[in-house]
């Protein structure tokens, strides 16, 4: 059921902030949902969906990660790294550290592609796998890697990378 719906007239131009606006009301409602103990990150589309809200209009690559508990419920959505347009320093340990931290079975990934292209980069693909082995020493599954360019997403799951 909608609360609070409204039709936008696509040919009147919105303001910037008004944009902002929607945006943060979006994921402030997507937020509730997930944070509820029912709700847990098993629709890709429903992950893809919710990062790129997060990651719209970041002009600096930043790399967060999802940390779930075993049945794959959010506990906590984080930051750890941010760059430059094209690049961030991802440190393996940082990230195994969090995992610690909020007690995680598994993480999701992500990081945003400025240049609007989600395909991933070979350093993309290495710092995949080195997150991966990091984690699985500690036994966090790394149930996903996405990458957001734009409004498209590129899932490292649901093409065999992981």
Same mark, same amino acid.
């Given at each position: 059921?909608?609360?609070?719906?409204?039709?936008?007239? !696509?040919?009147?131009? #919105? #303001? !910037?902030?008004?944009?902002?606006?929607?945006?943060?009301?979006?994921?402030?409602?997507?937020?509730?949902?997930? %944070?509820?103990?029912?709700?847990?990150?098993?629709? !890709?589309?429903?992950? /893809?969906? +919710?990062?790129?809200?997060?990651?719209?209009?970041?002009?600096?690559?930043?790399?967060?990660?999802?940390?779930? %508990?075993?049945?794959? $419920? @959010?506990?906590?959505?984080?930051? @750890?790294?941010? $760059?430059?347009?094209?690049?961030?320093? =991802? +440190?393996?340990?940082?990230?195994?550290?969090?995992?610690? %931290?909020?007690?995680? /079975?598994?993480?999701?990934?992500?990081? %945003?592609?400025? #240049?609007?292209?989600?395909? !991933?980069?070979?350093? &993309? *693909? *290495?710092?995949?796998? *080195?997150? #991966?082995?990091?984690?699985?020493?500690? &036994?966090? *599954?790394? @149930?996903?890697?996405?990458? =957001? $360019?734009?409004?498209?997403? +590129?899932?490292?799951?649901?093409? $065999?990378?992981?």
């Amino acid at each position: 059921m909608v609360k609070d719906a409204f039709i936008v007239n !696509p040919k009147r131009k #919105s #303001s !910037p902030m008004k944009e902002q606006e929607i945006i943060d009301q979006a994921l402030s409602i997507l937020e509730k949902r997930l %944070n509820k103990p029912e709700h847990h990150m098993t629709q !890709p589309a429903d992950t /893809a969906a +919710y990062l790129r809200l997060q990651f719209a209009g970041l002009e600096r690559e930043a790399f967060r990660v999802m940390f779930l %508990n075993s049945q794959h $419920g @959010l506990i906590k959505f984080e930051e @750890l790294f941010q $760059g430059t347009i094209d690049g961030a320093a =991802v +440190y393996p340990r940082e990230v195994v550290k969090a995992a610690i %931290n909020f007690n995680a /079975a598994a993480v999701i990934l992500s990081h %945003n592609h400025p #240049s609007g292209v989600a395909e !991933p980069s070979s350093a &993309d *693909r *290495r710092i995949t796998e *080195r997150l #991966s082995a990091a984690l699985a020493l500690i &036994d966090v *599954r790394v @149930l996903d890697h996405v990458i =957001v $360019g734009g409004d498209e997403t +590129y899932s490292f799951a649901q093409h $065999g990378l992981i």
